[in-house]
């Protein structure tokens, strides 16, 4: 793979003297950690797909860029060191134009082991802001304007996102603050309930709150959009109401494919889409494989799209592939219960799990591999556009403003 022409081999937080002014980590590989996969194409194909890449305006809508330990025995000590390690280079080779970047709020543990707090949060983001600007491939990603300078540039947007308001308490001005920061986009809860919901993990879901409602209004206000990815279902319904803009489901599946509460069921994808959202598939492993392909792959990660894409409509179709650089199936086993991930235990018969999913190992590889998926299955070139980032664009502009 061709490294973006921009990139000139720049790692997180160089301008300081690693071992003296911060720790130090061994950190994996960003690209080539296990045996790099290309769906298979003819040579014609190939270059068309390759083309495609550098060609269309390609948007992740949900991902997570930090590079992790070799050893997640120094997992925590990184954590609570406050210092996220962005995979620059992994970046540099996606062909991504902008990234929702997702950091790592649910697991940032400065203060708490249990994530979400407020002081945690903007630690977080204020590294991570403080890092981009020292380096000249990335930019900051505050509207769609940007994403297209990067895309002519040969730079990379990266856009601040987090999976939950958890950490804004009962603060409406906390949104606003948080946008002055540079956070573009927020989930309204993450697994377990808050202040503005019910999250997918709990077994009753009492819907969008008072408070909730409140916050939407006021994320509609300042320009924010609103992620319902981790909303238990009615909750997500009554977001999407309440809403005077689009939201998205940055990162989910089909429930239809593979029954796992962690995915939207076909009322919730096609309410999303009803009022001009757009669902971003989901391709973390052991999370949208299929019945057809119980052994979740680039094949089951496609299916879940075909489906979603066949039952709203491709215009509200996208790609937030939820992954990390490195072993992301051991950093579930390792957060097990304060992440929610025992989605492998679906209802389906074949309970089956991968190490990895082949072709959306990290996002130097699956972008690339879903652009040639799209190719090989006759997808026309205005279609695929479309679906890598023209339809979150859309959406984008009417939230943000163009």
């Known amino acids: 793979m061709a490294q973006h022409k921009c990139y000139s081999g720049y790692k997180s937080y160089q301008y300081l003297e690693a071992g003296v002014d911060y720790k130090s980590f061994e950190l994996v590989k960003e690209v080539g950690r296990v045996e790099p996969y290309l769906v298979p194409l003819d040579e014609a194909q190939a270059k068309r797909a390759e083309d495609l890449l550098q060609e269309k305006i390609t948007i992740s809508l949900h991902d997570h860029l930090m590079v992790m330990p070799k050893d997640f025995k120094d997992l925590f000590d990184m954590l609570s060191e406050g210092r996220e390690f962005t995979g620059y280079e992994g970046l540099s080779v996606s062909g991504l134009d902008g990234v929702f970047d997702a950091l790592t709020d649910g697991l940032c543990a400065i203060t708490s082991k249990n994530g979400w707090k407020w002081s945690d949060t903007i630690y977080d983001l204020g590294m991570k802001l403080c890092d981009i600007a020292h380096q000249d491939f990335a930019i900051l990603g505050r509207n769609t304007k940007d994403i297209i300078y990067a895309h002519n540039e040969g730079k990379a947007a990266i856009i601040p996102y987090l999976e ?15 946008y002055g920061l540079g956070v573009r986009m927020m989930g309204l809860v993450y697994s377990e309930s808050n ?33 319902i990815s981790h909303c238990g279902d009615q909750t997500a319904l009554d977001a999407i109401e309440a809403s005077e803009k689009p939201v998205f489901i940055n990162h989910t599946g089909a429930r239809a494919l593979w029954d796992t509460f962690f995915i939207k069921p076909d009322k919730v994808l096609k309410a999303c889409a009803k009022r001009g959202g757009v669902i971003g598939v989901m391709g973390c492993p052991n999370t949208t494989a299929t019945r057809k392909h119980p052994l979740q792959s680039i094949e089951s990660y496609m299916e879940h799209f075909e489906y979603i894409a066949n039952l709203i409509g491709i215009d509200y179709v996208g790609f937030g592939p939820d992954l990390i650089f490195g072993d992301h199936v051991g950093l579930h086993d390792f957060f097990a219960k304060s992440l929610a991930v025992d989605t492998v235990e679906a209802k389906e018969e074949h309970k089956t799990r991968v190490a990895y999913v082949e072709g959306l190992e990290n996002l130097s590889e699956a972008f690339r591999n879903i652009i040639r998926w799209l190719v090989k299955h006759g997808y026309a070139d205005q279609e695929i556009g479309k679906v890598v980032g023209g339809n979150a664009q859309r959406a984008l502009d009417e939230i943000w403003g163009s």
């Open 164 to 178: 939950a308001a958890t950490m804004i308490e009962n603060e409406l001005d906390r949104i606003d603050i948080l």
């Open 195 to 227: 202040a503005l919901g019910s999250g997918l993990k709990e077994k009753g879901d009492g819907g969008l709150t008072y408070f909730g409602r409140e916050a939407v209004r006021r994320m509609n206000k300042v320009g924010m959009a609103i992620d």
